[in-house]
């Protein structure tokens, strides 16, 4: 500030420039006179390599971004690359123009429905089978996250528990499945859908004492959606001004 009794040498031009008080009567931290010498003082980080940008490349959309961090700081350890943090990584990868999402050989929860023609709640309650559950995991390890599925578990489950798949659109079941002959089959065999294989979640009002036999149940019941209901079970706060329990 012009006037002020503190001044400073610029790092970058050498420059004399005056330095800004503070509400505390303490001068600025700035080392520069503006905002270009800022940017040439900037410290930049460690160049990626072609080498490093070719890996990230082969497994961008392809694989989980939790595996890609890992596979990537394995790789650069055997190869004398630098190590990276989870974050540099994201960013270099939402610069190339690739998402963290994967949507090669993966499917969510949500595709899997729209593609088979399903409910997300059957096909999310595929996942609590007594035998042979299906296979997933969710997005960047987070608790909260949505859910992936591989193909090869797919059509693992698909042959575990074909009788879950009655009812599916053919297109979709035959383009997940990537196999034409056992889509039919399947559709053959069971061409309506089937009844759950998976227990209900049942719930209980504490106000009213009412036992519910499901969340949807429930959830119809009091005129909310299932995941107001769930989280509410969860978090331990009203839904719809009641509160419930799982049984």
Not at 64 to 80: K, L, Q
Not at 100 to 128: C, H, P, Q
């Amino acid at each position: 500030m012009k006037g002020s009794k503190y001044s400073r040498t610029c790092k970058v031009c050498k420059q004399k420039f005056d330095v800004k008080v503070m509400r505390n009567g303490r001068p600025s931290a700035r080392k520069t006179c503006s905002q270009k010498c800022s940017v040439t003082n900037r410290v930049s980080g460690v160049t990626w390599t072609q080498a490093e940008i070719d890996f990230l490349t082969e497994h961008a959309m392809a694989t989980p971004f939790h595996r890609i961090v890992r596979g990537y700081r394995v790789w650069a350890r055997m190869n004398g690359h630098n190590d990276r943090t989870k974050e540099a990584i994201d960013h270099k990868l939402r610069r190339m123009g690739y998402s963290t999402r994967t949507e090669i050989d993966f499917y969510t929860f949500n595709r899997l429905s729209e593609m088979l023609g399903l409910s997300r709640y059957t096909v999310a309650g595929w996942k609590r089978l007594k035998e042979n559950p299906l296979q997933a995991y969710q997005h960047d390890g987070k608790r909260k996250a949505f859910n992936y599925v591989s193909r090869a578990e797919f059509l693992k489950f698909a042959r575990n528990h074909p009788e879950c798949l009655g009812g599916a659109n053919e297109i979709g079941l035959q383009v997940v499945l990537e196999d034409v002959d056992l889509a039919r089959e399947i559709l053959r065999k069971y061409p309506k859908r089937h009844s759950p294989l998976y227990e209900s979640i049942r719930v209980r009002c504490i106000e009213t004492g009412k036992i519910y036999p499901s969340l949807g149940a429930a959830a119809r019941d009091i005129y909310v959606t299932r995941q107001t209901l769930s989280r509410a079970i969860h978090v331990g706060h009203r839904a719809n001004g009641l509160h419930f329990e799982q049984v």
